[in-house]
T-cell receptor, first 114, second 112 residues
């Protein structure tokens, strides 16, 4: 079955530690995205990637980093510089960055930093 | 920058009743997406609208985009408990890429 997997579903970290969230897709999609979801604020775009070895900052990139070494993988690192890292993180992919293609979403990772 | 406002923020309906959720944009919509989310889970794609006046239906859910392409509505007929969840609209600002912005969501509860 084609889809997007995110792991782990729940993640707990101590303040000051970096943490990496995994996102894998087997849909052969070129574009991938990371969103953050907070209560009452909808989804906000963190980073997106149009193609392998290329990625761009979204609206709230500060304190985050990504890599796109393989087409199917787009890991997100939440660094200690992110002031409010506790949130629900969603990864998505689409056939292309250009054009009207729906985005497919993974199940999400809930990160709690104490 | 473009913003999407959804109304109502939350909605409780009796099973079998019809309901409508609205999504209003501050600028012209070049692509409007409707998603459904169960709490703590990913988003499920429902429908995409692009043309002014366009209407699409899937099972008991109908989405419309107005002629001016600044407002979309999602209508559920004869609601069921399985319709409960968070409904989010997303839009492509400017139309150049597939970078979506999202509304804040509408929480729907359906009482048996």
């Amino acid at each position: 079955d084609g889809g997007i997997t995110q792991s782990p579903k729940y993640l707990f970290r101590k303040e000051g530690q970096n943490v990496t969230l995994s996102c894998e897709q087997n849909l052969n999609h070129d574009a991938m995205y990371w969103y953050r979801q907070d209560p009452g604020q909808g989804l906000r775009l963190i980073y997106y990637s149009q193609i392998v070895n290329d990625f761009q900052k979204g609206d709230i990139a500060e304190g985050y980093s990504v890599s796109r070494e393989k087409k199917e993988s787009f890991p997100l690192t939440v660094t200690s510089a992110q002031k409010n890292p506790t949130a629900f993180y969603l990864c998505a992919s689409s056939r292309s960055l250009a054009g009207a293609y729906e985005q497919y979403f993974g199940p999400g990772t809930r990160l709690t930093v104490t | 920058s473009q913003e999407l406002e959804q109304s109502p923020q939350s909605l409780i309906v009796q099973e079998g009743k019809n309901l409508t959720i609205n999504c209003t944009s501050s600028k012209t919509l070049y692509g409007l997406y409707w998603y459904k989310q169960k709490y703590g889970e990913g988003l499920i794609f429902l429908m995409m609208l692009q043309k002014g006046g366009e209407e699409k239906s899937h099972e008991k859910i109908t989405a419309k985009l107005d002629e001016k392409k600044q407002q979309s509505s999602l209508h559920i007929t004869a609601s069921q408990p399985s319709h409960a969840g968070i409904y989010l609209c997303g839009a492509v600002p400017g139309g150049a890429t597939n970078k979506l912005i999202f509304g804040t969501g509408t929480l729907l509860a359906v009482q048996p």
